[in-house]
Nanobody, 116 residues
Framework: QVQLVESGGGLVQAGGSLRLSCAAS????????MGWYRQAPGKQRELVAG???????NYVDSVKGRFTISRDNAKNQVFLQMNSLKPEDTAVYYC??????????WGQGTQVTVSS
């Protein structure tokens, strides 16, 4: 049974920081690409940041220079360090595993709210 459990969301003032974590089980984590997506009210879910099994990262333009994705294959975890947060970063953030494989998996989401 695959489980992705996100944590680290919350309420923060603009300019602040949060670190999201996603703990994965039931997959061969080191072989999977991992990603963080977000969905704001009334908007489509979008890819925020991704990291391949080999550690190559990519980011949506709006978070470049502010967010950093990383992974710890020994602990089956992926992280999203979010700095200089803006109100427009407010969304539910979802962890995704194994995009591009036979099937991918989603966590339950964690709310990030940035107040102005």
């Amino acid at each position: 049974q695959v489980q992705l459990v996100e944590s680290g969301g919350g309420l923060v003032q603009a300019g602040g920081s949060l670190r999201l974590s996603c703990a994965a089980s039931g997959i061969i984590f080191r072989l999977c690409a991992m990603g963080w997506y977000r969905q704001a009210p009334g908007k489509q879910r979008e890819l925020v940041a991704g990291i391949t099994s080999g550690g190559i990262t990519n980011y949506v333009d709006s978070v470049k220079g502010r967010f950093t994705i990383s992974r710890d294959n020994a602990k089956n975890q992926v992280f999203l360090q979010m700095n200089s947060l803006k109100p427009e970063d407010t969304a539910v953030y979802y962890c995704n595993a194994c995009k591009g494989a036979t099937r991918d998996y989603w966590g339950q989401g964690t709310q990030v709210t940035v107040s102005s």
